[in-house]
């Protein structure tokens, strides 16, 4: 294959130095037709289908199409330029049309399950018979049993969902890199810790002005809610964050210019018209297919039951913090605005510390090198820096190895940036896969945060800081990361994260959270920036302490989301009358114990649900949790035994039954090979300080 195009090398690493927008048509153009070419091979009549004649080449052709079209999805969500996007634009149509023809395709759709009829297959591996039984439910509900005049329309909707979803997603990032909110005068800045200070002056320094200037990117716009004295700047920065992407957005050039509203309809009709095509009542139902949860009926059921358990304790967190607001802070009836800021005033008080001052021991360095050590203690590898063109120069680059073999390697991307999408996430660049000559491609992730850059001052460099809060981001995404790179499954199509039900991708990552409280990890990752010294074992008691400080309002506020979510897509009908905004606040009315100001419009930002994979799925971190709890559970049971908390026997089972397996078998018989036992919710009611 030419490799003049750099995005047609996959002789290694992405060439990130070299790729260029006009690269992207070229390239994915070729690969279409090398595509397609083969599918037209595989079309015809086999007389003996098998993997090795079916499988394997169609697999060997769609996995470049699908690494290369990561790379480009990649750099249009951390890079995003004027050329990049669009030259995805351009090339999404067709992406989207090759793989909706190949899910409706009746020749390819037969070969599968002649396979799976086959005399061979049950000789088959574990890996490879889970494969094709997942083609044949993909080939299911990508709508190869329609009738011939149905496909057209079922592709055009997918085609168009596509195109919505990425404008859904473009409005929040340009409304977002859109808004500044300069401050002239210092003095308004009261209660604002130096370092977001510093950061703003930079930001306002770089765009030629004088002052502070904060923006939508969470590391900016949040200090203020947290620590800003003046309340108006708060409500300012709040109504600016619930506004964006919304009619009610403010400082747009344009009125409406990125209001998603459409778009939020566009995509809910869709959904529930290809659900409606494919047989089922609802796109819940169609979201479910492939996850652990059976029903829509049993997630809600799940949700409220969780709601009812959370909300005595989420009313007196309210409670408590209204009446603290009122009796300390001056402020007789609480807002939206106010509660991070009345939150972390009531924490202080309560535990004696800040988030301000904890932050001031989690340096970037020793945050890496703790969680790096961790992971290197837990699964008995090794990370090393290693070398790789990136996208930008703050991205570093590592490998995994155990006993000096390659296992994985990982780009890690730490700070916010204009043309960069918020958040945090981890997506894989290469999966694990057995390759024809017996060697082993190993699998590569990208490992994406939104933290706050190292500052500058005085012409001297100051390390980023991190709040604890950040600190369980990394490891989040990390678990997601271990995920993808500890496989060791040889089979594409299963190894890593891919094949493993929506509603269980969650465990690693918040399986990893855990670690963010114990001592044996934290005082191997602190070291305060003015003195070096390691968190004190005191500061680390009130932490602890307050580990679950308003966790009920939390649990609750996830719950509401969650339900928001199930109810858009299981029994709200989007032909009808009734308004988005009104399935929100009718279940606002039922379990929420602190209502959003009525321009509240977070739902226009809500990109897990609208531009992610989490439609009728958001349910998935609370229903993840449960499993990821309950495992953890496990190294809370080896150090009760006195073995301590990072026990290298548990941690070698976690990794060989759910990190190894991947999606190889079901994720309930991984989590049950593990733990020995079908999960509780025992574990989590106990971490959430909500246990009977």
């Known amino acids: 294959m030419t490799t003049h195009n750099p995005l047609l090398d996959f002789s290694g690493l992405p060439r990130f130095d070299a790729i260029k927008a006009e690269h992207v048509t070229a390239a994915i153009d070729t690969l279409l037709a090398d595509s397609n070419a083969v599918v037209a091979q595989l079309e015809a009549p086999i007389a003996h289908v098998t993997w090795e004649n079916f499988v394997a080449p169609l697999e060997n052709a769609t996995e470049l199409l699908g690494r290369a079209w990561g790379i480009v999805s990649h750099l249009n969500n951390v890079v995003d330029t ?5 030259a995805y634009n351009e090339n999404q149509p067709k992406i989207t049309e090759f793989w909706t023809a190949l899910a409706q395709n009746e020749e390819m759709f037969a070969k599968y399950k002649a396979l799976k009829a086959g005399p061979e297959f049950a000789a088959l591996s574990a890996p490879r018979q889970r494969i094709i039984d997942n083609a044949i439910r993909d080939f299911r509900m990508g709508g190869a049993e329609l009738a011939e005049d149905k496909k057209e329309r079922f592709a055009e909707i997918q085609e168009e969902h596509a195109g919505v979803s990425t404008r859904f997603s473009e409005n929040v990032l340009d409304a977002t890199n859109d808004f500044k ?250 999966g694990r896969r057995l390759e024809a000559g017996g060697a082993v491609q190993t699998p590569v992730a990208y490992l994406t945060c939104n933290f706050t850059e190292p500052a500058v001052i005085d012409g001297k460099a100051h390390p980023s800081l991190f709040t604890h809060d950040e600190v369980i981001t990394l490891f989040h995404e990390f678990g997601h990361g271990l995920h993808h790179m500890l496989t060791q499954v040889d089979e594409i199509g299963v190894s890593g994260i891919s ?98 100001p009525a321009y509240n419009r977070f739902q226009n930002s809500f990109g897990h649900i609208f531009a992610g994979g989490y439609a009728a799925g958001y349910y998935s971190y609370k229903w993840a949790e449960v499993l990821s709890a309950d495992a953890y559970g496990a190294f809370e049971e080896a150090a009760a035994l006195g073995g301590g908390i990072l026990s290298v026997e548990t941690g070698r089972r976690f990794q060989q039954e759910i990190l190894a397996v991947g999606g190889s078998r079901p994720a309930l018989e991984s989590f049950t090979a593990f733990r020995g036992r079908e999960p509780s919710i025992d574990a989590l009611l106990r971490h959430s300080g909500m246990a009977a």
């Open 499 to 596: 094949g493993v039900e929506w509603d269980a991708v969650e465990l690693p990552s918040q399986f990893m959270e855990n670690f963010c409280w114990e001592w044996e990890v934290l005082e191997h990752m602190t070291a305060h920036v003015g003195t070096g010294a390691a968190l004190p074992r005191a500061l680390y008691d009130k932490m602890l302490a307050a580990r679950n400080f308003q966790s009920g309002l939390q649990t609750l506020r996830h719950v509401e989301l969650s339900l928001h979510d199930m109810h858009l897509h299981y029994d709200y009908d989007p032909q009808s009358a009734k308004s988005v905004q009104e399935v929100i606040d009718e279940v606002r009315g039922k379990f929420a114990v602190m209502v959003p």
């Open 82 to 86: 004027p050329e990049l996007r669009a």
């Open 181 to 430: 909110l300069l401050v002239a005068d210092e003095a308004d800045l009261a209660g604002v810790p130096d370092d977001v200070k510093q950061a703003a002056r930079a930001a306002a320094d770089k765009d030629g002005k004088a002052g502070f200037q904060f923006t939508l990117h969470f590391p900016s716009y949040f200090p203020l809610l947290q620590f800003a004295d003046k309340r108006a700047l708060r409500e300012a920065i709040y109504h600016a964050n619930a506004t964006k992407a919304s009619e009610m957005g403010s400082g747009f050039s344009e009125k409406d210019k990125w209001d998603n509203s459409q778009n939020i309809v566009t995509l809910l009709k869709l959904r529930d018209e290809e659900a409606k095509m494919l047989g089922y009542k609802n796109f819940a139902e169609v979201s479910l297919v492939p996850k652990m949860a059976h029903s829509p009926e049993q997630v809600i059921t799940f949700l409220e039951d969780l709601a009812t358990r959370a909300r005595p304790y989420a009313e007196q967190d309210l409670a408590e913090l209204r009446a603290f607001a009122k009796d300390e802070l001056g402020l007789a009836e609480l807002k939206a605005w106010d509660m991070p800021y009345a939150s972390e005033k009531l924490q202080e008080r309560r535990y004696a510390f800040s988030a301000q001052e904890v932050k001031q021991y989690f340096p970037e360095h020793k945050v890496v090198d703790g969680l790096f050590r961790l992971i290197q203690t837990l699964f008995s590898v090794s990370i090393v820096s290693d070398t790789a063109s990136t996208w930008h120069p703050d991205v570093r680059f590592f490998r995994i190895e155990k006993d000096g073999k390659l296992l994985g390697q990982f780009y890690l991307d730490l700070y916010a940036r204009a043309g960069k999408g918020g958040g945090a996430w981890m997506d894989d660049a290469r």
